[in-house]
């Protein structure tokens, strides 16, 4: 998915933080509701001007960048 378009920093609004390009919401307050059990139609109730496909872009944008933080996994040693 390119989540790129969906998702916007800009220095001017929320302090430069990412938030779904269009509105105020961060990507930080979608991906903590998820954390917290919601699932996408409770985000979509707390945020109507949300759509599916934009938490869709968030969820791909934190596995992206999970991945790239995650550290590489060493080759287990055999006794």
């Not at 998702?7 to 917290?36: F, H, K, N, Y």
Request: proline share 6%; net charge negative.
């Amino acid at each position: 998915m390119d989540y790129a378009k969906f998702i916007l920093r800009d220095p001017q609004v929320c302090g430069g933080e990412p938030v779904i390009a269009g509105t105020r919401v961060t990507i930080r307050t979608i991906l903590a509701s998820l954390a917290e059990g919601a699932n996408i139609a409770d985000i979509l109730s707390d945020f109507p001007a949300l759509t599916e496909e934009q938490v869709m872009a968030v969820i791909a944008f934190a596995a992206d960048s999970a991945e790239e933080d995650l550290p590489t996994q060493g080759i287990p040693r055999v006794a």
